[in-house]
Every structure is written in structure tokens, then in C-alpha cells.
Nanobody, 118 residues
Framework: QVQLVESGGGLVQPGGSLRLSCATSGIIFSIFTMSWYRQAPGKQRELVAT??????????TYADAVKGRFTISRDNAKNTGYLQMNSLKLDDTAVYYCNVNGYRSDYWGQGTQVTVSS
């Protein structure tokens, strides 16, 4: 059974930092592309960042809104992905979801709430 479990969300002031984790099980994590998405209230889910599989060079891409502030990474030995979020803004408030996809499979975590508020 495949499981993706996000953690690390919470309440932070503008300018603060959080690190989200996505712990996976039931898959060979290293061969899948991993992404972080977010969904703010009343808005559609949007792609935040992606890191390709180890076999594809672990290439990272970012949405323009987070470029330079967020860093996606992966630890294949721990089957875990991360999203380091710095210089957080009010507009970053959302539920953040981890996604792993590849080989005609697509898996999602349950989401973790990030609230940026003064």
C-alpha cells in the first residue's frame, strides 16, 4: 500500500520559514518524480515545485511565485521529499500537498496546512 504523509506545516509570521516533509512508503521513491502543490481557499490547486527522479538527474523546477524562496529536495535513502520555504508571504497560505508520479501511477498525500499571518 502506497502512503504519502506530509508534515511540517503550521502558523508562521511573514518573512518566516518552514520545512515541509513528505514521507513515502510502498514505492521505490527514487524512480518517481515528486512535486509539491498547494491550494488556497477558493482557488485551484497549483503546482509549486517539482524534482525529477534520480535517474533523470533530480532536476528542479519552480513556479514563478516561489522561485528564489522555496527549495525542493529529496532524500532517496529515507524515501522522503522536502520543501524548504523561506521568506514566506501572506499569499503562501494554503494546504500543501505532496505528489509522486511516474510509470502510469499518481499518488497524493493528505495535505498539510501552512498559514502565514501576522
Amino acid at each position: 500500500q502506497v502512503q504519502l504523509v506530509e508534515s511540517g506545516g503550521g502558523l508562521v509570521q511573514p518573512g518566516g520559514s518552514l520545512r515541509l516533509s513528505c514521507a513515502t512508503s510502498g514505492i521505490i521513491f527514487s524512480i518517481f518524480t515528486m512535486s509539491w502543490y498547494r491550494q488556497a481557499p477558493g482557488k485551484q490547486r497549483e503546482l509549486v515545485a517539482t524534482i525529477s527522479s534520480i535517474t533523470s538527474g533530480a532536476i528542479t523546477t519552480y513556479a514563478d511565485a516561489v522561485k528564489g524562496r522555496f527549495t525542493i529536495s529529496r532524500d532517496n535513502a529515507k524515501n522522503t521529499g522536502y520543501l524548504q520555504m523561506n521568506s514566506l508571504k501572506l499569499d503562501d497560505t494554503a494546504v500543501y500537498y505532496c505528489n509522486v508520479n511516474g510509470y502510469r501511477s499518481d499518488y497524493w498525500g493528505q495535505g498539510t496546512q501552512v498559514t502565514v499571518s501576522s
